[in-house]
């Protein structure tokens, strides 16, 4: 049973650049967040999606945005990139209801040079 | 919005010893509440959860944590602790629209 997937583990990217880091979320599983996490940190809450459509979003810029797909799976963009912005970029995904918990992707490795 | 604290930003423990995570909540309703594990450039895995019920819940490698309502904590605690458990452990809440906060993490070393 194949859990979350994200694509790709690593990327090195510089500042002013765009990057789109991808999610396949786990069978079954119908909600996707999106989480921040900067070295030493805790994971921050960029979004969610659900049904397409960003359902809540964290105390990030319109920098970042995010899609999801009628398969579920899910993108998120960054624009404009800052040397700030790098971070572990984790995808979340949980059942329909949520009440179980999420279940989180080895994440994607972002370095903005 | 719900918010979790984290006390204690490193802990060390020798092997063998009992572990206890200290984890503070604030949300107004009810909370779900859950424990993750990470080891270094990894994702996190889900050690437990608590919903309702119960408030001594039990949860994978040995782990077991106490929900108190009138301490609005939530802490992770362990018997006896094995070497392969030195990571990072994150406490966290979720309400009932699935948006989940994380406190900052604890870092567990674990002495030999």
């Known amino acids: 049973d194949a859990g979350v997937t994200q694509s790709p583990t690593h990327l090195i990217k510089t500042r002013g650049q765009q990057v789109t880091l991808r999610c396949s979320p786990k069978s079954g599983h119908d909600t996707v967040s999106w989480y921040q996490q900067a070295l030493g940190q805790g994971p921050q809450f960029i979004f969610q999606?659900?049904?397409?459509?960003?359902?809540q979003r964290g105390n990030f810029p319109d920098r970042f945005s995010g899609h999801q797909f009628p398969n579920y799976s899910s993108e998120l963009n960054v624009n404009a990139l800052l040397l700030g912005d790098s971070a572990l970029y984790l995808c979340?995904?949980?059942?329909?209801?949520?009440?179980?918990?999420?279940?989180f992707g080895s994440g994607t490795r972002l370095t903005v040079v | 919005a719900q918010s979790v604290t984290q006390p204690d930003i490193h802990i060390t423990v020798s092997e063998g010893a009992s572990l206890e995570l200290r984890c503070n909540y604030s949300y107004g309703a009810t909370p779900y509440l859950f424990w993750y594990v990470q080891s270094p450039g990894q994702g996190l895995q889900l050690l437990l959860k608590y919903f309702s019920g119960d408030t001594l819940v039990q949860g994978i490698k040995g782990f077991e944590a106490e929900f108190k309502r009138s301490q609005s904590s939530f802490n992770l605690r362990k018997p006896s602790v094995h070497w392969s458990d030195a990571a990072e452990y994150f406490c966290a809440v979720g309400a009932q629209n699935n948006d989940m906060r994380f406190g900052a993490g604890t870092r567990l070393t674990v002495k030999p």
């Open positions: 979340a995904s949980s059942r329909p209801g949520g009440l179980g918990g999420y279940t």
């Open positions: 999606y659900y049904e397409e459509e960003e359902r």
